[in-house]
């Protein structure tokens, strides 16, 4: 009996898990630092789901609905899986610590330069 109910003891572990990647992506979805091209992905993967062409229809009662969030579930992995990892770990661990979303600071490319002039004298 065990082994049965230890499957359904683990869905809400898997929801906030859900739940907490979509929360991360539409925080680097925001980020500056994140390339175009990279965004495009959950976007992509969105556009599927709203879409009425589907691979396995979603009038199949539940192969339907699978298919769809088996694609959202491989799109957001692979979004986190391309994004910078400073962008990804910035913005854990400011969901982490509760923080509302900002981008991230400009500090690591700031170009140390010094300027002179020489004065031509003839």
């Keep these: 009996m065990r082994a049965g109910l230890t499957p359904w003891l683990s869905w809400p572990l898997l929801l906030r ?13 925001r980020e500056p630092r ?8 959950p976007v992509l993967a969105a556009l599927y789901i709203i879409s009425p062409f589907d691979v396995v229809p979603d009038m199949l009662p539940i192969v339907g609905q699978l298919d769809d969030l088996g694609l959202l579930l491989i799109a957001l992995g692979a979004f986190l899986k391309v994004c910078p990892a400073g962008a990804v770990d910035f913005h854990r661990a400011a969901m982490t610590e509760g923080r509302r979303f900002s981008p991230m600071s400009p500090a690591g490319e700031v170009i140390d330069a010094e300027f002179r002039r020489e004065d031509d004298v003839r």
């Design 17 to 29: 898990n859900l739940v907490s990647q979509v929360r991360l992506t539409s925080r680097l979805l």
């Design 34 to 41: 994140v390339p175009l091209y990279i965004k495009a992905v």
